[in-house]
């Protein structure tokens, strides 16, 4: 499974862009790119998933290089409620027949006022 | 919006005893996972669940733990004889397929005494 790394923290204020950039230098071919994100005391949401290149949807976009190495979460204009941990995570490839999850420590975005 | 639904959001049980956490997928889903989540630390891979059997299970998934789908809309998560360090929040997931996105409930907060 290709490990991920993101920041432990970040800060933002309300109507600001927040940009989480995860790394995944050992990605493979056939791995897909999602971020969730979670609320204490709730269940991981998915929020976003990508293989390749750009993919926007009503709440983020995600932006993936080329060589697939890093990908970026996009959270245009946050609110408080944006406040929770967000996570990437790699894998779950064609053909997977468990397509287990791997969680890592995610990163706390706080929004404030 | 189809979620997935847990039962009980809250289950308190004295070591040693058996616990069944209950959880109702999304209806037209064939891929069934459960994932936990001890307080403070990472969501953890328990077990994934298709076609009628485990086609994936981690280390922690032991001999205490099975699972099933005893009819078309249930699916739950059994542990024969609790242990205090069982406690965590219990994560049941489904998708609908091997690399779509996995949606998850809000879990089930299980306390050994």
């Known amino acids: 499974l290709a490990k991920t790394t993101q920041p432990i923290s970040m800060d933002s204020y309300e109507g600001q862009e927040v940009n989480i950039t995860c790394s995944h230098n050992?990605?493979?071919?056939?791995?897909?790119i999602t971020w969730y994100q979670q609320f204490p005391s709730q269940g991981p949401r998915f929020i976003i998933q990508g293989y390749k290149t750009k993919v926007t949807n009503e709440v983020a976009s995600l932006f993936i290089p080329a060589d697939r190495k890093s990908s970026t979460l996009s959270l245009p204009r946050v609110s408080l409620s944006d406040t929770a941990v967000y996570y990437c995570?790699?894998?779950?490839?064609?053909?997977?027949?468990?397509?287990?999850?791997?969680f890592g420590g995610g990163t706390r975005v706080l929004v404030k006022p | 919006e189809p979620e997935v639904t847990q039962t009980p959001s809250h289950q308190v049980t004295q070591m040693g005893q058996e616990v069944i956490l209950r959880c109702v997928p999304i209806s037209n889903h064939l891929y069934f996972y459960w994932y936990r989540q001890i307080l403070g630390q990472k969501v953890e891979f328990l077990v994934s669940f298709y076609n009628n059997e485990i086609s994936e299970k981690s280390e922690i998934f032991d001999d205490q733990f099975s699972v099933e789908r005893p009819d078309g809309s249930n699916f739950t998560l059994k542990i024969r004889s609790t242990k205090l360090e069982d406690s965590a929040m219990y994560f049941c997931?489904?998708?609908?397929?091997?690399?779509?996105?996995?949606?998850f409930g809000d879990g089930t907060r299980l306390s050994i005494l």
């Open positions: 050992n990605i493979a071919t056939n791995d897909y």
């Open positions: 995570l790699v894998g779950a490839g064609r053909g997977a027949a468990g397509n287990k999850l791997t």
């Open positions: 997931a489904s998708s609908e397929g091997v690399h779509q996105p996995q949606h």
